[in-house]
């Protein structure tokens, strides 16, 4: 019989990589979308072009995270084996501008997602996947950061991601629903959102390469984070709705560098020596900043059998050479106008 998953977000990165892998697996897949006046489905848009497309099982349903009775109504036609809750207002430094909107759609739009799955839990068992984040650690209290560090959130969109998280392990634990929460560090791709930093870097350094644009502008540089692949991430997602009883882990590299080292990387693959083009803007500066986040993915790995496998060199060396291609597009559209 085949399995149908539902999965919001799946316009984004993440959700893209992982709709690809459960049509793979021969799921049946349904996504979530909000309606809007131009198509935002440029991550998945491949998938409905390819020669098979008439094998391929996905669907997309509009509809919106904040709606929780137009949501549990979706939930309960489709009846999903899986829901993988990956939609979310995902930029911390957005979160600061907009707090209110970050949290009703992190977590509000969490809840929602978890109440409508407790309804359908009545009828037959849905399992679910609740996308936590390593922002939630925040001032961090330890290092390496695991599944028992306590949280200290540093932003809105980091409060709101632990509120979704604790109402997760509450429906697991009050409704007897399998619902897991993913902790995933900092998880990089060339689908990436340009206004997200690895991005910016790699958009901005491949157009400078090719003179279409003359300087770059960030934050902090000395920021560390744990930067993975977000291809093998969520390998790490489904393995997490596979087990036998449902709980929450770390995804991470186990590997931490600053900003600075990607930008090193990333330039230096360009030959370009990126202090003659950056300049740092205090308007990128976070009004509270998270200064270090390293994670420990021991359990996923001994319990899940997942760990990740891609190094930062390898993920700038692909983030480059596809924005390089997109570059040149630039230039060839600019030459030609």
Known sequence: MTRRAFITGITGQD???????LLDKGYEVHGLVRRSSTFGTERIDHIYRDPHASDVHLFLHYGDLTDGQGLTNLILDLEPDEIYNLGAQSHVRVSFDQPVYTFQVTGGGALNVLEAARQLNKRRSVRVYQASSSEMYGDVLETPQNEQTPF?????????KVYAFHQTVNYRRSYDLFAVNGILFNHESPRRGE??????????????????????????LDAKRDWGYAKD???GMWRML???????????????????????????RLDLDPDEFIEIDPRYFRPAEVDVLLGDASKARDVLGWKAATSLEELAELMVEHDLNLARQEAVLRDTV
């Open 242 to 268: 596979q087990q036998d009883e449902p709980d929450d882990f770390v995804l991470a590299t186990g590997q931490t560098h600053t900003v600075r080292r990607f930008v090193e990387l990333v330039f230096g």
């Open 233 to 235: 991430y969520v390998e």
């Open 152 to 160: 200290r959130p540093q932003s809105p969109y980091a409060c709101a």
């Open 15 to 21: 959700g893209s990589y992982l709709a690809e892998l």
């Open 195 to 220: 206004t997200f930093v690895t991005r910016k870097i790699t958009r901005a350094a491949t157009r400078i390469r090719l003179g279409l644009q003359d300087r770059l502008y960030l934050g902090n």
